[in-house]
């Protein structure tokens, strides 16, 4: 998929930064300095994490010494979440936040975060304070050699089996599908231009698929290995019961990258084959009855063709228009006009609304 290469195996464990290039052989060009940071937590559920998180954050920003914002997205938790982040907004007024009226999932979150963030350099991370906020600067550094997106690499994660295997066999899926050569989608330590951002489009439980929507819009993906901590407070919120909407929702990103511009190319395929044997099967059957006077009429080779050629013309419409629909009316602009925000804190509820446009 694309031009992208990596000089390496795909599962070959390295000890320094991966960079996928945009072409074999070709070393990015080096991009823009980094003017500001907007830091994207999106959070469920984490109030015994976010006092260490904003105190941890903040001081490796002022180390970075760049104007900066954190923004914390409530997704609907339900304990005292909230009343921490008004605490620690009435100390920092760089810290933001915005609040579900409800759990609308990760990829929700980072749609709100992202329509909130207003500076050139967008991180994401946990609210779990398992991504360690000192590797904040090495992020920078790759953004600023010339990636577009950078995204993290737990090679050493600190997770029970009963997430670490299900990531595994879902990262070894997504790179053969996708041709992206990440070791690690699942990470939610990422870095992006803030073009990238407004770029992709995130809904159901895309989150995990950032690098393959932003490879498909041209966008330079790299990878970074980052120091991963075993979770300290709460409970995880993923396992193996997310591997089926995973797969699924693989499909659909594999069809939205590969096939959105010419959809045809899949739904076209299987449709002519499958009314061509119908033709094929009722041109036989009219033979017969036109040279011989066979009865035809009560033959369930008749109705056979006649399901195969709806089936081939469903394959044409339904199914085509459907994924256009669902695809089309996710854009960022209406994904930010209908935030599900109840209330924020340091962002004006129109700001959300302001993404893309």
Same mark, same amino acid.
């Given at each position: 998929m694309g031009s992208i290469a990596q000089a390496p195996g795909a599962d070959q464990v390295m000890g320094g930064p991966v960079v996928i290039a945009a072409s074999p052989g070709i070393a990015p060009e080096r991009g823009s300095r980094v003017r500001s940071i907007s830091v994207v937590v999106p959070a469920y559920? #984490? #109030?015994?994490? !976010? %006092? #260490? !998180?904003? %105190? %941890? =954050?903040?001081?490796? !920003?002022?180390? =970075?010494?760049?104007?900066? #914002?954190?923004? =914390? =997205?409530?997704?609907g938790s339900k304990d005292a979440g909230w009343a921490v982040l008004q605490e620690l907004a009435a100390r920092d007024p760089r810290l933001k936040a915005l609040r579900h009226r409800r759990n609308f999932g990760k990829a929700r979150a980072l749609t709100t975060g992202f329509a909130a963030a207003g500076n050139d350099l967008v991180i994401t991370m946990d609210g779990d304070l398992q991504d360690d906020p000192d590797e904040i600067p090495r992020f920078i550094e790759r953004i600023e050699g010339g990636d577009d997106l950078v995204s993290g690499w737990k090679q050493n994660r600190q997770d029970p089996i009963g997430k670490t295997m299900p990531s595994k066999l879902f990262n070894r899926t997504v790179r053969a599908v996708t041709g992206v050569p990440l070791h690690d989608f699942n990470c939610g330590f990422k870095a992006y231009r803030l073009d990238v951002v407004r770029s992709i489009r995130l809904y159901g439980e895309l989150h995990r698929f950032t690098p393959v929507l932003a490879n498909a819009e041209g966008f330079r993906i790299g990878e970074l290995p980052v120091t991963h901590h075993p979770r300290t407070w709460g409970t995880s919120k993923y396992g193996w019961s997310r591997l089926p909407k995973g797969f699924l929702d693989l499909l659909t990103v594999t069809f939205i990258t590969t096939y959105r511009q010419r959809p045809m190319h899949m739904l076209g395929l299987p449709g002519l084959v499958t009314m061509a044997i119908g033709v094929l099967i009722a041109l036989w059957l009219t033979a017969e009855k036109v040279l011989s006077g066979a009865a035809i009429g009560g033959r369930p080779l008749l109705l056979l063709a006649v399901l195969l050629i709806v089936i081939g013309a469903q394959f044409f419409g339904l199914g085509l228009l459907g994924e256009l629909l669902a695809h089309g009316a996710n854009t960022p602009e209406a994904a930010a006009r209908s935030a599900p925000v109840r209330e924020t804190i340091g962002v004006p509820m129109n700001r959300n609304r302001g993404a893309g446009e």
């Open positions: 559920n #984490e #109030e015994g994490n !976010l %006092r #260490e !998180l904003h %105190r %941890r =954050v903040t001081a490796v !920003l002022d180390q =970075v010494g760049l104007p900066f #914002e954190i923004i =914390v =997205v409530d997704d």
